[in-house]
């Protein structure tokens, strides 16, 4: 009875409907878009040919084999390895739970729910009956807590494994399979995101003997979930399967899904401007949206975008290792000319939380007067520094024509300071491994994930960083004051507040993640492309990514 009242008081805590609506439901940019066909935001605004749109009361159709346009390869198929590939890689796995973009409440999948015992507590009862691929080497054996337990554990333990270990290493006091189809977890301290983590599509359980047979699941994901590998050609193209014995009856509704990896943007917009493929790979900008918005039978959407484009800096080692090269920096970048020049003029400015996440985001207005351009006191800046004869960085930066092209206009915006930029394009393998995670950088250009819950984005002032390791060498009590203060508040209203002061506080730090600014979004499809819960977004949650809303009609 008392953890029947406790778990009513925590549900009481979370986000009202009408406060999580604000929050807008979520849609991603880039390449983790593309795993989300026929999604759209609750919001968004449509731009079509004479394509119908996608409606949660159409009857949904099975059958039919779903072609995508993908810019990079996947970089692998293991879900808890990769931190780029879980778009693809999530619909072979299986998770405990979701929680929805829509109104944050938990969403119950593997498991028949959670039980949240106390603020640090919580324990899931799995369905029974759950089966793992009938494929070598599980052969459809059913899925028991003891796999939840060793999922948990190589993904807190394997050091290969670069999803953040900071909730299981650092904040989870120890977990346990209680019996064959009960899991519990107890946190170190109150955490106020540990359902939105444990919801992430990196949690998917798999099973022991695949990973003592393959060492990894990169080229083998065995898995639970709705769909199973048919093939994989590294950069070139990635194929699954429905699982006929997939855990929720009646899904998922396609028979396939196929992904063509293109690394040419203009290949990719022609390939779906063809045709060829039913979703659009390709970075979508103003001009692309008029033409297609031309086009018969396309569905064009306008979304929220949760890629944050940012400067990371290395904050302990020269030139940034002085505040005053970072302020320099701050004051030299121009927002609005990146948005006129990069986005057609269509965009936003940046806070530490994507503006697209309105309900724990900074004001725009605010944003804006805080980011305002001031060249003289920039050179004046890095005058007092010690670098008035000027100073020259290696940036890095993803080889996609988007990043590259913010690239190129941030490097004119430096060098009016004296700071030249040799601009380092790099596949986001090497950039990842190489640079950003071995810290081997001074400045490098970079978008965040695009996360739905405050704690992450906000974790690059905390000093573990995302990943549990501060990739840009910064350290301040201050700012890890500041994160441990939202995550122990339960209370979204609260909480809000919190993260709002503490944003607030990390940009005035100059660093060490200078902000820039978000393009408008859109997501194309043809119209044959349907969800059966369209208001759901391009939430990034393992709900969205398990595939199984989507469906087809014939193509026409």
């Given at each position: 009875m008392e953890s029947t009242k406790r778990r009513a008081r925590f549900t009481a805590r979370r986000l009202s409907r009408r406060d999580a609506l604000k929050a807008g439901a979520v849609a991603g940019l880039g390449v983790a878009a593309f795993a989300l066909a026929g999604c759209r935001s609750d919001e968004s605004e449509q731009a079509t040919g004479d394509g119908a749109t996608p409606s949660a009361t159409d009857t949904p159709r099975y059958g039919g084999d779903q072609i995508m346009g993908l810019m990079a390869d996947p970089g692998g198929l293991d879900v808890q390895q990769s931190v780029t590939g879980f778009w693809c890689s999530a619909l072979m796995n299986g998770y405990l739970h979701s929680v929805s973009t829509s109104?944050?409440?938990?969403?119950?999948q593997m498991a028949d729910g959670v039980e949240v015992v106390d603020e640090t507590t919580y324990v899931w009862k799995l369905k029974q009956g759950i089966k793992f691929h009938n494929v070598d080497p599980t052969w459809g054996r059913e899925v028991t807590a003891d796999d939840v337990v060793f999922s948990m554990q190589r993904r807190r333990?394997?050091?290969?494994?670069?999803?953040?270990?900071?909730?299981?290493?650092?904040?989870?006091?120890?977990?346990?399979?209680?019996?064959?189809?009960?899991?519990?977890?107890?946190?170190?301290?109150?955490?106020?995101?540990?359902?939105d983590e444990t919801g992430n599509p990196s949690y998917a359980i798999i099973p022991r003997e695949a990973i003592e047979k393959w060492g990894d699941l990169s080229q083998h994901p065995v898995g639970c979930g709705a769909f199973v590998l048919d093939r994989y050609v590294k950069s070139e193209r990635l194929?699954?399967?429905?699982?006929?014995?997939?855990?929720?009856?009646?899904?998922?509704?396609?028979?396939?899904?196929?992904?063509?990896?293109?690394?040419?943007?203009?290949?990719?917009?022609?390939?779906?401007?063809?045709?060829?493929?039913?979703?659009?790979?390709a970075a979508l900008d103003k001009l692309k949206?008029?033409?297609?918005?031309?086009?018969?039978?396309?569905?064009?959407r306008k979304a929220p975008n949760y890629w944050n484009r940012c400067l990371l800096l290395r904050v302990d080692r020269p030139p940034f290792d002085d505040e005053r090269m970072r302020k320099a920096v701050d004051l030299a970048v121009d927002r609005q000319d990146l948005i006129d020049k990069a986005a057609f003029g269509e965009g936003?400015?940046?806070?530490?939380?994507?503006?697209?996440?309105?309900?724990?985001?900074?004001?725009?207005?605010?944003?804006?007067?805080?980011?305002?351009?001031?060249?003289?006191?920039?050179?004046?800046?890095?005058?007092?520094?010690g670098y008035g004869d000027g100073v020259e960085v290696d940036v890095p930066v993803m080889n996609v024509q988007n990043l590259t092209k913010d690239a190129a206009i941030v490097k004119e915006h430096l060098a009016k300071i004296g700071i030249t930029v040799n601009i380092q394009p790099k596949d986001i393998a090497t950039l990842l491994a190489q640079y950003l995670y071995a810290g081997n950088f001074q400045m490098l250009w970079f978008y965040n994930l695009p996360y739905v819950e405050p704690d992450r984005p906000i974790c690059q002032w905390f000093s573990?960083?995302?990943?549990?390791?501060?990739?840009?060498?910064?350290?301040?009590?201050?700012?890890?004051?500041?994160?441990?203060?939202?995550?122990?508040?339960?209370?979204?209203?609260?909480?809000?507040?919190?993260?709002?002061?503490?944003?607030?506080?990390?940009?005035?730090?100059?660093?060490?993640?200078?902000?820039?600014?978000?393009?408008?979004?859109w997501i194309a499809t043809w119209e044959w492309i349907r969800s059966l819960t369209p208001e759901r977004g391009t939430g990034l949650t393992s709900r969205t990514f398990l595939g199984v809303d989507g469906w087809m009609t014939e193509r026409s």
């Open positions: 109104d944050r409440t938990l969403e119950p333990d394997d050091p290969t494994i670069m999803n953040d270990k900071q909730l299981l290493r650092d904040f989870t006091a120890h977990f346990e399979a209680a019996d064959k189809y009960t899991f519990s977890l107890t946190t170190t301290r109150p955490y106020s995101p540990t359902l194929k699954v399967v429905k699982n006929q014995e997939f855990y929720m009856p009646g899904r998922p509704f396609l028979d396939s899904t196929e992904w063509i990896i293109m690394t040419d943007d203009a290949a990719l917009f022609q390939s779906f401007r063809t045709k060829r493929h039913d979703f659009c790979g949206v008029e033409e297609l918005s031309r086009i018969n039978h396309v569905v064009v936003f400015f940046n806070g530490p939380v994507s503006p697209s996440l309105e309900y724990w985001a900074l004001p725009q207005d605010e944003v804006r007067e805080f980011y305002k351009v001031d060249l003289t006191e920039a050179k004046r800046l890095v005058e007092a520094a573990k960083g995302i990943a549990g390791v501060s990739f840009t060498g910064y350290d301040n009590p201050a700012m890890d004051d500041w994160v441990w203060k939202e995550r122990s508040e339960f209370d979204p209203q609260k909480r809000r507040e919190i993260v709002l002061d503490a944003q607030r506080a990390m940009m005035r730090e100059h660093g060490p993640q200078i902000n820039t600014y978000s393009p408008q979004s």
